[in-house]
T-cell receptor
Framework: DQQVKQNSPSLSVQEGRISILNCDYTNSMFDYFLWYKKYPAEGPTFLISISSIKDKNEDGRFTVFLNKSAKHLSLHIVPSQPGDSAVYFCAASSNNNDMRFGAGTRLTVKP | ETGVTQSPTHLIKTRGQQVTLRCSSQSGHNTVSWYQQALGQGPQFIFQYYREEENGRGNFPPRFSGLQFPNYSSELNVNALELDDSALYLC????????????FGSGTRLTVV
């Protein structure tokens, strides 16, 4: 069962513009959400997280928004840079150790 | 500080064989989690080890087993390999169980033929 969904397999944006990556989840027990970035031949790298008690968390160019009523979160990257080109995974967990990942979105930032 | 290292990087096995994958966790991390990533999918949770004990398991059959050692390194063992076991196996470590800013290794690419 796909409890975490990233419905856009790919996204292409121009350098300097905003990248918005979306993620939906079905399990209302999830209380912690994360974004990971993955370059080819490397493991995923933790990027940013948000607890369910918040609706926004910001870290430099990266901001994660959480809409609990819609079971939706998004990652905004502003401004986008060519080095941001990677696969981005959304992940979610509840009060156990089973962190669920989405299938990923491949972001391409064009110079 | 060193990151998470996994060995081997690539492996080819025959259906029905057994395989052991290894992971050295990041210094100071006592929790290790294993994930399977099939092509075009996100990582799927296999199990987690904390202080040498299994601390959670995903929807994988018992032929997937693991160990964690006193130095917090870990092994993933898979018996009776099936073709569908072909995937990238990722190990991740963290300083405690509910800290989800995992540090991932680069993975072991297992191909079952």
């Amino acid at each position: 069962d796909q409890q975490v969904k990233q419905n856009s397999p790919s996204l292409s944006v121009q350098e300097g513009r905003i990248s918005i990556l979306n993620c939906d989840y079905t399990n209302s027990m999830f209380d912690y959400f994360l974004w990971y970035k993955k370059y080819p031949a490397e493991g995923p790298t933790f990027l940013i997280s948000i607890s369910s008690i918040k609706d926004k968390n910001e870290d430099g160019r990266f901001t994660v928004f959480l809409n609990k009523s819609a079971k939706h979160l998004s990652l905004h990257i502003v401004p986008s840079q060519p080095g941001d080109s990677a696969v981005y995974f959304c992940a979610a967990s509840s009060n156990n150790n089973d962190m669920r990942f989405g299938a990923g979105t491949r972001l391409t930032v064009k110079p | 500080e060193t990151g998470v290292t996994q060995s081997p990087t690539h492996l080819i096995k025959t259906r029905g064989q057994q395989v052991t994958l290894r992971c050295s966790s990041q210094s100071g991390h006592n929790t290790v989690s294993w994930y399977q990533q099939a092509l075009g999918q996100g990582p799927q949770f296999i199990f987690q080890y904390y202080r040498e004990e299994e601390n959670g398991r995903g929807n994988f059959p018992p032929r997937f087993s693991g160990l964690q050692f006193p130095n917090y390194s870990s092994e993933l063992n898979v018996n009776a390999l099936e073709l569908d076991d072909s995937a990238l196996y990722l190990c991740a470590s963290s300083p405690w169980t509910r800290h989800y800013g995992y540090t991932f290794g680069s993975g072991t690419r297992l191909t079952v033929v």
